[in-house]
Structures are given as C-alpha cells and as structure tokens.
C-alpha cells in the first residue's frame, strides 16, 4: 500500500477551517439576524461561536482517533450506530444542501447589483451549472480556493477598517430590547455560519503531528473567525441608520456604500461572489457525499455509491442532491432555508458530542492523540445547549429537524435494519453499565435470601408433589438457617359459615401434619405446618403471608380451566398483590436435581431468579446451566461483553457454573431437572393467559420468581435490556 504523506502544517489547517467557515455567515445572515435580535446579533455571533466549541473539540479528538475514517456522518455512525448514524447522515446532508442553497439565494442579489436579472432564475441557473461541473467531475484547484479566501480576507479586513471610523453609538441603542428569547433565536440562526469549522477533519490523515495541529488550528481559525464575524457585523451595525440594513439581501453592500463609496461596494459585491459560489459548490460536493458513504455502508441504495464509468463520479448521488437544491431555491424563503440549514447542523454537532462519550466509555480500540479537556461535562454542556437552541428556533426549523429525525428512523426500519448487523460503541457501552448494574443488584439479592418461605397449598396434592413444594422451599431457607411455614388453604362457599365446625381436624389433616413434621427431621429445616379455612383463598394467602412477614410465597402453578379464564386465577391474584416476592412452580418432581438451568432470554438475569438457582443448586450439589437464546445477528463484540458479563455472574456463585445455547427447535439441554426463569415479560396478568412457561421441558419442573413489585425492573431499564442485550 502506497502512504500517504503527512504534509499539511497548522497554516494549512487553519486556512482550510476559515475558508470552509467565511462566506453566508456574513454576506447575508446578519440581515436576517438583525430581524430577530437587533443589535443583539453582535453578540449572538459571539455566543454561537463559544456554543461550537464543544463540538469542536469532540471532532478534533476524534479526527485524531480515527484520522482515515473521515467525516461526521462515519464518527456518529461508528460511535452510536446505525440508526442514529442514519440520522446524522440524513441531517448532515440537508443542512449542507441548505447551507448551499443559502448560499446561491443569498449570494445572487450581490450579482443583481451590477446586472438587472431576476433572482430565483439566475440562482436556479447557476445552481445548475455547479451540478453539471459536479456531474462531469471538474476539479476545483487548491489555488484557487486559497485565493478566494485570501480575496475575501482582504476585502473584509478593508472594509473593517475603513468603516469604523464612522461608527455611530446612537446605532446601538436598544441593544437587549428583543429580550433573552431573540438573543437565542438570531444564535441558531447564525449557527451554520460556523459549520466549516470541522471540515478539517476530512483531511486530518494528512495533517503532521495531528494531536498539535488538528486541535489548535481548528480552535484558532474559529476563534479568528469568531472575532472577525464579532467585528464586522458591529461595524455594519454602527455605520447604518436603525433597521436600514435588517431584511436586506445585501447588507454588506449597503454598509459598504455608506462608508466607504461604490469603490467599497463594487469590491464586496466581487468578494461575495466568489465566496458564496465557492461554499454553494463546495455544498454540492461536500453533500453528495453522504449518500454515497450511507450507500457503502448499507443504509442507502447501492445506486447512490455508483460511479459513472464515463465521468468517474457518483451521478446517482450528485443528481440527488442536485434536485433538492434545486427544489429548495425554486420554493423555500430564504429565511427558512437558512432556519434549517442552521437547525440540521445544531442537531448534528449536539450528536458528536454524544458520540465522543459512546467512544470513551465503549470498549472499542480508540486512542486518540488529542483529548477534550473537561470530559464529560463539556460534552454534555454542547449537547444541552444544542436541544436548548433547537427549541429557541421557531417552529419552521423545528419541525423541519423533527421531520427528517422521524423520516430518518422510518428508513432504517424499514429499509436499513434488515441488511446491517453493526451496532454502534455507545450501544455496548450502555449494555456493559446494564450489565455491571444487573451484577450489583445480583449480589445484593444473593447477600438476602429468604429467612421465611410460605409454601401455600391451595389444592389437593399427592404427597409427592406436597413434598417437592416444601423441598424447593427448604433448599431456599436453608443457606440463613431460615423457616418454612406449609399453609393448607381451604375455601368454603359464602353460604357456609365460619364456624368451629368446618375447622374440625380430620384424619387427612392430621396425617399432613404428620407428613411435614417427618419432613422437617429429613430435611434438616424448621418447618411447621397449618391449616387456614376461609371464603376466599387468595386473601388468605395474602394476608396470612402478610401478617407472618414472610419473604417469598412457594405455590403450585394453576393450569387454566375455563372458570380461571373467566373469574381470574386466585394464584395471578396472590402474585398481585402479595407484599413479597411469588415463586410458581410447575411441578413435576423435585429429587435431588443434578442439573439446573437458569433460564435467559436474552437481557441479564433477573437477580431474585438468579438467587433461587443459586440456591437450588447449591443446596443439591448440583450444576448451574445458564442458558441464553441464540442470537444468529450478535456481533462479535455483543457476544463478547455478553460472554464477560456471564464470566463475572459465575464468579458470584459458589456452585459449578456453564453456558449453554438455548437449541434451535427451542428445547432445552437434555438431561435438565429444574428451570428458573423469569415472569412472562409482558405482565403479571399474562400468567392468567398462560397454561405453561412458553419455553419450559415437558420433562422437568419449573420455577418461575415473580419478584415483589419494588425489586421489579422498570419499564425502561426493561427496554434499554431489551435493546442492549
């Protein structure tokens, strides 16, 4: 592979950021600004300038991460993934179709100057012109770009200086009478005016010593750009009458022509030619690009990254952003084009900074040579700040940003998802804090087990289910030295009174007391049994575990009978209600397990389930399988931090610990004796609708731990498992 020659010095970088940045920001917004704050657009200029720093560092440590990756669109899409790369890309490239049509609609009434031609047609005509010479690949020299800039320095250097002399104080009065909110508004709007600050960025793999220059030249040409916008828009301010310059499609001409004659207005007019046809080009081949990185990336057609055999040039991709330009200097004020430009690029550089925590926090290979200093609170100051302005920008731009936001997910569910499998750093970021946070409230759960277990009996059984019951709640007591309390419910119609008649002990009765007594001696577990008589056996369960303030409920799952369906399971009723935490068990035999299986599907395992697998296992000697569905789309880092968190869950326990896949026909290991799991995802009323767990062995018992409502997880930690895991 050929190398390429690191030649670009701090000069270079620092002209390339103010060529990229001097041009609409101050030929035409200050008008338009004027409008909204007044002589208040001195400062906003100033305000907008200091807003762009966060990002501009962000982008500076990143640029000198991943010099070759190029780009924002690639930096939000590799840190935060597809979904929101997608939307940086779409965003990116309409705020640059904006800013170019912004460019060509501002820059045309400086050219009406000196010809008397219509505007839209002489702006659709040249936006043309810059689509054709785009299309057919002509190249736009260094030289001449560093000219353009050079022009344009000089033309506003000579008419900063020769017109603040004839600043007027009086011209400045009123300076705050828009208030807060105007001040905020004309600051978005002025916002795109430093867009091309980061463009370095593109180049940095180009740049000597990058962790130097990258960031010093980006923080110095915006600085010099900042004073520079600072000064000339207070000079226009001082030398024109109130109000005269507000709404003009040419305020430097006409601050020009007050100070310094048609000499000064004849050598702006040529300046802002040259730079608002340099940007409009520039936003063409700048934009054009987008598409074509989505499209090698699989979130766009593949006919937007085609290159024309005949002209070596993404047509597809160019035409594209061709009509749109087009589309929006034919019918979109200008005011609103440059509401939007600036909107989209607000809501870009709030993503990057976003996307320098998802690198530093992810576990991705990312060394940069320069770091942002003040991490993260610089980064969450330029994220909220640009939410802030988004919101002060009136409802054109916010709804624009809003619209493309929601048209961009759509594409990606629709089209995008299906045909990516990355996933951006941040997502594995959040999964391993999901991750560490499971783990510590795990070992909480494990540090608390149950010191008394009611196991209700709300049904006749035959001893050997009675015993498995009583079993699975004695291994849980067993490790605190703990006490089961065995409660046969019985229920009597409301037409039967309460009376010592219906409490009688029968010889059934006695016998289950004999039974858990020589229970209790086996098992080697304080246990005591007793029987409850009431109209109503899910209140009784309740209230008795309740009043006895015991830690968990053991009882047997109900299977459906056409009255549960119709009047409520009692036992979905008890899981309700019940102050503690429920255990369900579908019970077909509970003798010495050698093989238990706590049961995932997907997210991190429920810390009380994780406990009583634990337990279960520990209490019989036996081997903890830890199961998981499988995941044909897991990347490989997504299996690896599942895999390291699965790693630290076995270091928890104090039994034999495996992994094992859930299999393809859904079925679980052979040879398995007892499943814990989770409650059913969808709510607590889903048991009611549930014969069985959905996964469960017809061959082994299953436990299912429907924790107490306050050791639930909420619904989002639910979604951002489900999401991250």
């Known amino acids: 592979m050929k190398e390429l020659e690191r030649d670009l010095g701090l000069p270079s970088v620092f002209a390339i950021s103010i060529g990229a940045m001097i041009g609409s920001g101050i030929f035409i917004l200050p008008a338009l600004a004027l409008e909204v704050a007044g002589p208040a657009v001195i400062l906003a200029y100033a305000l907008a300038g200091l807003l762009v720093v966060p990002a501009a560092l962000s982008k500076s440590e990143m640029a000198t991460a991943m010099p070759k990756a190029g780009g924002t669109y690639i930096y939000i899409e590799r840190g935060m993934g597809p979904l929101l790369g997608t939307v940086a890309g779409v965003g990116t490239w309409f705020s640059l179709s904006f800013k170019g049509a912004l460019a060509l609609v501002g820059g045309?009434?400086?050219?009406?100057?000196?010809?008397?031609?219509?505007?839209?047609?002489?702006?659709?005509?040249?936006?043309?012109?810059?689509?054709?010479?785009?299309?057919?690949?002509?190249?736009?020299?260094?030289?001449?770009?560093?000219?353009?800039?050079?022009?344009?320095?000089?033309?506003?250097?000579?008419?900063?200086?020769?017109?603040?002399?004839?600043?007027?104080?009086?011209?400045?009065?009123?300076?705050?009478?828009?208030?807060?909110?105007?001040?905020?508004?004309?600051?978005?709007?002025?916002?795109?005016?430093?867009?091309?600050v980061t463009k370095v960025a593109s180049v940095a793999e180009e740049v000597e010593n990058p962790g130097r220059n990258i960031p010093l030249g980006i923080l110095g040409s915006l600085a010099f750009t900042t004073v520079l916008y600072v000064a000339i828009v207070a000079v226009l301010v001082g030398v024109t009458d109130p109000g005269s310059v507000a709404g003009s499609l040419t305020p430097m001409a006409v601050a020009a022509e007050a100070t310094l004659g048609q000499v000064g207005v004849v050598v702006v007019i040529l300046a802002a030619i040259l730079a608002l046809v340099s940007t409009a080009n520039a936003g063409v081949l700048s934009s054009s690009r987008y598409p074509f990185a989505m499209s090698r990336d699989k979130l766009a057609p593949p006919s937007f990254s085609a290159v024309s055999e005949r002209f070596g040039t993404p047509v597809t991709s160019i035409t594209l952003t061709g009509a749109v330009?087009?589309?929006?200097?034919?019918?979109?004020?200008?005011?609103?084009?440059?509401?939007?430009?600036?909107?989209?690029?607000?809501?870009?550089?709030?993503?990057?900074?976003?996307?320098?925590?998802?690198?530093?926090?992810?576990?991705?290979?990312?060394?940069?040579?320069?770091?942002?200093?003040?991490?993260?609170?610089?980064?969450?100051?330029?994220?909220?700040?640009?939410?802030?302005?988004?919101?002060?920008?009136?409802?054109?731009?916010?709804?624009?940003?809003?619209?493309?936001?929601?048209?961009?997910?759509?594409?990606?569910?629709?089209?995008?998802?299906?045909?990516?499998?990355?996933?951006?750093?941040?997502?594995?970021?959040?999964?391993?804090?999901?991750?560490?946070?499971?783990?510590?409230?795990?070992?909480?759960?494990?540090?608390?087990?149950?010191?008394?277990?009611l196991v209700a009996l709300t049904k006749d059984l035959d001893d050997g289910r009675e015993r498995s019951l009583v079993t699975v709640a004695a291994d849980l007591v067993r490790p605190d030295d703990g006490r089961v309390v065995v409660v046969r419910f019985e229920e009597v119609p409301d037409q039967v009174p309460l009376t010592e008649a219906v409490t009688a002990q029968s010889s059934a009765d006695r016998s289950y007391e004999a039974r858990i007594e020589a229970l209790a001696a086996e098992l080697d577990v304080a246990i005591e049994a007793d029987e409850i008589v009431s109209h109503d056996t899910k209140h009784a369960v309740v209230n008795f575990a309740e009043g006895r303030g015991v830690d968990t409920i053991v009882a047997e799952h109900e299977p459906l009978r056409l009255r549960s369906r119709l009047f409520g399971d009692p036992i979905d009723w008890v899981v309700r209600h019940a102050h503690c935490d429920v255990l369900l068990v579908d019970n077909l035999g509970y003798d010495r397990p050698e093989r238990v299986v706590l049961s995932g599907d997907g997210g991190p395992y429920p810390p009380r389930a994780v406990s009583v697998a634990a337990a279960v296992a520990a209490a019989n000697a036996s081997e903890l399988l830890l199961q998981h569905p499988p995941n044909p789309e897991m990347t490989e880092q997504h299996e690896r931090t599942v895999g390291e968190y699965q790693a630290d869950l076995s270091a928890l326990l104090s039994v034999p610990v495996r992994s094992v896949s859930l299999r393809a026909d859904g079925g679980r290991p052979t040879n398995v004796d007892v499943v814990v799991r989770r409650a059913p995802a969808r709510g607590l009323r889903n048991v009611r609708f549930a014969a069985r767990p959905p996964a469960s062995s017809p061959r082994c018992t299953t436990i299912t731990v429907y924790p107490h409502g306050s050791r639930r997880p909420g619904v989002a930690q639910r979604l951002l498992e489900r999401l991250t895991f």
């Open 325 to 453: 330009l087009l589309v929006l200097i034919a019918f979109v004020p200008i005011l609103d084009i440059a509401k939007l430009a600036s909107a989209f690029q607000i809501l870009v550089f709030g993503l990057i900074n976003v996307a320098v925590v998802a690198f530093r926090e992810g576990n991705a290979e990312y060394d940069p040579e320069f770091t942002s200093p003040l991490y993260p609170w610089l980064q969450v100051f330029g994220a909220v700040t640009a939410a802030l302005l988004l919101t002060q920008m009136g409802s054109t731009a916010l709804l624009g940003a809003v619209a493309i936001t929601l048209g961009s997910v759509v594409w990606y569910v629709l089209y995008a998802r299906p045909r990516v499998s990355r996933e951006g750093v941040v997502t594995d970021a959040v999964r391993r804090k999901v991750g560490e946070s499971a783990l510590s409230r795990t070992e909480s759960a494990m540090d608390e087990p149950p010191r008394e277990v």
């Open 108 to 196: 045309v009434p400086y050219l009406l100057l000196l010809f008397d031609l219509p505007l839209r047609p002489v702006a659709l005509g040249v936006a043309a012109v810059l689509i054709l010479v785009n299309v057919v690949g002509a190249k736009q020299t260094g030289r001449l770009q560093v000219g353009i800039v050079v022009v344009m320095l000089a033309a506003l250097g000579w008419f900063a200086a020769g017109s603040a002399p004839s600043v007027q104080q009086a011209n400045y009065a009123g300076f705050f009478d828009a208030g807060l909110g105007g001040l905020l508004a004309a600051t978005g709007l002025v916002f795109v005016s430093y867009a091309g």
